[in-house]
């Protein structure tokens, strides 16, 4: 599935249940879903005991529904997004490498 075709779905499911959120109530279901990801990587790496119900595939995914929403509230389309991005780090390290 390409990224345009996963807004595509996002905005469905959007449309389908009446999701409306504000931006900022978006970037805290990010931020709470990174929270998830992070609890869960502490655990597969041994650093925090917990469970291992968990996948770290199933959180990253969750993150990424989260920012979906988030760019569709915005209207941005994250494949152009992403690729654009690309072309500015191209023959230039991006700066958190």
């Known amino acids: 599935m390409r990224i345009s075709e996963a807004q595509e779905y996002v905005m469905g499911i959007i449309k389908k249940y009446g999701i409306k959120r504000e931006p900022l109530a978006s970037l805290a279901g990010i931020l709470e879903e990174l929270g998830e990801l992070s609890s869960v990587m502490l655990v597969k790496e041994g650093f925090k005991t917990g469970s291992l119900d ?13 920012l ?8 941005i389309d994250l494949e152009i997004a992403f690729t654009k991005a690309i072309k500015r780090w191209e023959g230039n390290s991006p700066r958190w490498i």
């Open 68 to 75: 979906l929403k988030l760019a569709v509230e915005y209207n």
């Open 54 to 66: 968990e996948d770290i595939d199933y959180k990253l995914a969750e993150v990424f529904f989260e």
